[in-house]
């Protein structure tokens, strides 16, 4: 065939010798032949991983803080997951859940309408976060026939054009792509931190209502109970009720965003629980397979029932692996008590991130989370004001060497953000936090 004959000609494609690349081959080979946009944080090619453990194809160890960015919070591999995966594979791997559905994504259905924050719901599977939020924006349009969104500043919400305009972080996720899709508009997220109050997010949500839309125009409100790339920044005490009473007042469909926060990540299997709050809407990704690519909306059968059947779904949504990984999580969840542990795990890393801010008092201006979502600051000198954006890169690369995945985040660039399993066993989680500290101390001083 032409191509195999030019590909072997040109040597693209080494077929020989592949035991023997290094992460930096491997990593090279990933350069020439991906788009640039699609980057990696750290040059590690991963060969196995257990639990909170990683081994790269070099075989070097790591104790994982990162979590695939809060996906795994059953930890990786885990048997029960391996096992109903196995199975469904076995039976079969796709049909197309609006062509010929299966059993098991009625189950997982059922299950999350149980555990969901409100009563009677509905479920629509799709396969991505991203897709999950633009699909929430879909049901509050066509449930309330309005076209506006209201979203909130650091936040998070994907990729997709729809996902890129609600999003309120402009690098490294907007540049460049831009128009955005209309009738969506930003108000201050209150970070208290940061010097944004509950009032002072409310009264711009306010001001958007007198300048920018009338609230009989906006379908939904969305925001993160905690945000994720934002920043690990909770919503201050009671402002979700706040927020829902500005909602029913105008007839607003109130989504939040649990993504990163669900199952179990926060303490609670959903933070906005915490908050004492139902919304209409959550949107639900990353830790409801242990894994595996499931994404989900579920919401009050009311406000779900608006789109017309066929107005929802795609290809691969509700994937019957998906939804045998998703049952066995859930069952994994409640077996092993992960919202109680996440608790746990939190408290384990909130001691060690203050014994770090000890040791370098000036470095570490804030430390945040709920349940094992947690969060420090780096600031300059002692000054809250002045985030430090360059020692979040430099702790990442120096904890890889030292064998920790850690991740990054923040609307100011200057957060480092811990993930780890629920699961992780707590020597695990100590020699991760030790190697923390080292590489805390090798990057400042």
Not at 158 to 185: A, D, H, Q, S, W
Request: aromatic fraction near 6%; proline fraction near 6%.
């Amino acid at each position: 065939m032409p191509g195999l004959s030019r590909l072997a000609e040109n040597d693209l494609i080494p077929f020989i010798g592949i035991d023997n690349m290094s992460n930096s081959d491997w990593q090279q080979r990933k350069l020439n032949v991906f788009a640039r946009g699609m980057g990696n944080l750290l040059p590690v090619f991963v060969d196995k991983a257990r639990n909170a453990e990683v081994w790269d194809i070099e075989g070097k160890r790591y104790i994982d803080f990162a979590a695939g960015i809060a996906v795994v919070n059953t930890g990786h591999s885990h048997p029960d997951i391996v096992d109903a995966v196995k199975h469904q594979v076995e039976a079969f791997s796709h049909t197309c859940i609006m062509v010929t559905p299966y059993t098991n994504s009625v189950e997982l259905a059922e299950k999350l309408i149980r555990i969901a924050p409100f009563d009677d719901g509905r479920v629509v599977f799709v396969s991505t976060g991203a897709e999950a939020v633009e699909n929430a924006v879909k049901i509050a349009r066509a449930s309330t026939g309005r076209p506006g969104v209201i979203a909130f500043g650091g936040g998070f919400h994907g990729r997709t054009n729809l996902c890129m305009g609600l999003t309120g972080k402009v690098v490294p996720y907007k540049k460049g792509f831009g128009p955005f899709t209309p009738e969506i508009f930003h108000v201050p997220f209150p970070a208290e931190y940061l010097g944004i109050s509950a009032d002072d997010s409310l009264e711009a949500l306010d001001q958007v209502f007198k300048n920018g839309i009338e609230p009989g125009r906006v379908a939904a409100i969305i925001i993160e109970p905690v945000q994720g790339e934002g920043g690990f920044y909770p919503v201050p005490e009671g402002f979700l009720k706040r927020l829902r009473k500005v909602c029913d007042h105008h007839g607003i469909v109130f989504i939040c965003d649990e993504i990163q926060t669900g199952f179990g990540r926060t303490g609670t299997m959903f933070s906005c629980e915490q908050d004492g709050v139902e919304p209409d809407i959550i949107t639900l990704a990353k830790g409801i397979a242990g894994g595996f690519p499931i994404a989900a909306v579920v919401g009050k059968r009311a406000i779900m029932d608006g789109p017309e059947p066929g107005g929802l779904g795609g290809t691969y949504a509700g994937s019957p692996i998906g939804c045998a990984a998703g049952l066995a999580a859930l069952q994994v969840i409640e077996n092993e008590g992960l919202c109680e542990r996440a608790n746990e795990v939190g408290t384990r890393l909130r001691e060690g991130l203050e014994r770090i801010r000890a040791r370098h008092p000036g470095r570490v201006g804030d430390i945040r989370g709920r349940g094992a979502m947690v969060a420090m600051e780096l600031i300059r000198d002692g000054d809250d004001s002045d985030p430090d954006s360059d020692l979040p890169g430099a702790l990442v690369k120096e904890a890889a060497n030292r064998g920790l995945l850690l991740l990054s985040c923040g609307v100011r660039g200057n957060v480092i953000r811990i993930l780890t399993p629920l699961t992780i066993p707590f020597e695990h989680l100590e020699e991760g936090l030790e190697t923390l500290s080292d590489s805390f101390d090798a990057c400042v001083g």
